[in-house]
């Protein structure tokens, strides 16, 4: 059962840029936990980790960082590449001064998180990558880029921009929702979509070497009705990287965490306890 935590946004200063993250800070003794640094996907934001920092509480404290470009962060110079998202999270980490932490991602927050222990190993004690796939290319993705140059801008009010999304093929416009504020001319999104769609180009390609790249444990957990992470390339995964745990959560997509948040949360919880 989840417990209730509070999540404080603050925002630092990392390589020149003013982000955004979110400390959910467990309740009860003043423990601060074992940190959990989380990093969402494209489109996403800190505050999506707010379930999971309640079901993990109060043993882990998890660190949700706001990355470029993404909800109240600054975008910086339009550098959205992996390297540069990486650059970031491993400044992020290093303030933080808690020495190695487990990373986890969702998404492309979880090929940044992978591709982070693979360059600072020293920064990362374990990984856990919710749907972030070592491979990001057609043919075997059909489609890695999300086409969002065609939503609306601005809408007069949140159920019009919602329904605007969702005629563009969306059947749940819930997850980009997340980033919807009201501004003196309409409705909109935080992130720029110019940004996301270069954002998402940069992340086609292959990553198995980053996967590959280092040695800590890791969980990698897959819906196996995800139209993003191809069940096979799921499993080969797991089978070719030493130390890796798979969990399949059935009737689960992309958005595991969302999905299904008792069973993304029990998977996630099995695995620390392991460390």
């Known amino acids: 059962m989840s417990e209730s935590v509070i999540g404080v946004e603050s925002f630092t200063t990392v390589r020149g840029l003013r982000l955004a993250w979110v400390d959910f800070r467990p309740p009860g003794d003043g423990e601060d936990g074992t940190p959990v640094v989380a990093l ?11 379930s ?4 993990l509480a109060p043993g882990y404290r998890v660190i949700g960082l706001e990355q470029r470009g993404h909800g109240h962060s600054d975008r910086g110079d339009g550098d959205f590449t992996p390297d540069a998202y990486v650059a970031d999270a491993a400044e992020f980490v290093r303030g933080l001064g808690v020495g190695p932490v487990v990373v986890l991602g969702h998404s492309m927050g979880g090929v940044i998180a992978f591709q982070l222990a693979a360059q600072h190993p020293e920064l990362v004690r374990a990984l856990v990558v919710e749907e972030g796939g070592a491979f990001n290319r057609q043919p075997e993705i059909p489609h890695p880029v999300l086409d ?6 601005r809408a007069a009010t949140l159920h019009e921009l919602r329904r605007g999304i969702e005629a563009r093929g969306i059947p749940d416009a819930s997850y980009f929702l ?3 504020v009201e501004r003196p001319d309409g409705w909109g999104l935080l992130f720029d979509y110019d940004d996301m769609m270069a954002s998402q180009r940069a ?15 890791a969980l990698l957990v897959h819906g196996l009705d995800s139209f993003v992470l191809p069940t096979a390339m799921a499993r080969e995964m797991a089978q070719r990287r030493p130390g890796t745990v798979l969990r399949e959560l059935p009737g689960c997509g992309h958005w595991a965490h969302d999905d299904d948040p008792e069973a993304f949360a029990a998977a996630v919880r099995d695995f620390l306890a392991t460390l």
């Open 40 to 50: 969402h996907g494209h489109f996403g934001r800190a505050r999506g980790f707010a």
């Open 52 to 55: 999971l920092a309640g079901a």
């Open 148 to 153: 969002v140059t065609g939503w609306p801008r």
């Open 178 to 180: 997340e980033s919807a």
């Open 203 to 217: 992340l086609v390609g292959d990553w198995w070497s980053g996967w590959l790249g280092s040695e800590c444990p």
